[in-house]
């Protein structure tokens, strides 16, 4: 059974930082794509950051592009996300998501695994 744990939300004043961690267990970590996405309330959730499996390739939502970085380590079954420079607006609870494929992708319909979600807070 896939399972991803995420980690590292929390309350932060606006142009502070944050990284959120996501832990993979229950397949082989490498093969597969990796995504952040987040949801505010009353919105949908919406794409901001995907890695290939290998690392080489990464895409970002153009809300977040310059500001948040997504990276993993295959060794640890491990990916991040470093946030940078937030907003208020930036404030949604932040999931991450696994691909069956090894190519990113931005649509909620391409991952087939979610975490449980960590609260991301950005006070003005």
């Known amino acids: 059974q896939v399972q991803l744990v995420e980690s590292g939300g929390g309350l932060v004043q606006a142009g502070g930082s944050l990284r959120l961690s996501c832990a993979a267990s229950?397949?082989?970590?490498?093969?597969?794509?990796m995504g952040w996405f987040r949801q505010a309330p009353g919105s949908e959730r919406e794409f901001v950051a995907g890695i290939s499996w290998s690392g080489r390739e990464t895409l970002y939502a153009d809300s977040v592009k310059g500001r948040f970085t997504c990276s993993r380590d295959n060794a640890k079954n491990t990916v991040y996300l470093q946030m940078n420079s937030l907003k208020p607006e930036d404030t949604a609870v932040y999931y991450c998501a696994g691909a069956s494929h090894s190519w990113v992708a931005t649509t909620t319909p391409s991952y087939n695994y979610w975490g449980q979600g960590t609260q991301v807070t950005v006070s003005s």
């Open positions: 229950g397949r082989t970590f490498s093969n597969y794509a």
